[in-house]
């Protein structure tokens, strides 16, 4: 069993940052790639980034690739993602997601979720 757990959400004007962190509890945190997933209010979750178990490979969707950054912290259990040049169609409950051993491409990939924060990009 691996616990996620999601933080550093809010609210932000276009333009600008925000970095996301996903703590992680249970099982060995460098055994499952590790990724980042969105859902916009009345549309369905969709994939936003990923990163393998230790680091070496990371997959973005078109939508935030060159804007956003994922990586990982085996030593703390942590994941992040940078977000920069914000824009309003980011807003969005952002969940992070584990999949043992290779990084979740789909929702379906998915075995582990966090319950999500809330990311609000103001224009």
């Known amino acids: 069993q691996v616990q996620l757990f999601e933080s550093g959400g809010g609210l932000v004007q276009a333009g600008g940052s925000l970095r996301l962190s996903c703590s992680a509890s249970g099982r060995t945190f460098d055994g499952y790639g590790m990724g980042w997933f969105r859902q916009a209010p009345g549309k369905e979750r969709e994939f936003v980034a990923s990163?393998?178990?230790?680091?070496?490979?990371?997959y973005y969707s078109a939508s935030v690739k060159g804007r956003s950054t994922i990586s990982r912290a085996n030593a703390k259990n942590t994941l992040y993602l940078q977000m920069n040049s914000l824009k309003p169609e980011d807003t969005a409950v952002y969940y992070c997601?584990?999949?043992?051993?290779?990084?979740?491409?789909?929702?379906?990939?998915?075995?582990?979720w966090g319950k999500g924060t809330l990311v609000t990009v103001s224009s």
């Open positions: 990163i393998s178990t230790l680091g070496k490979y990371t």
């Open positions: 997601a584990a999949k043992s051993a290779m990084a979740p491409r789909t929702a379906l990939d998915v075995e582990y």
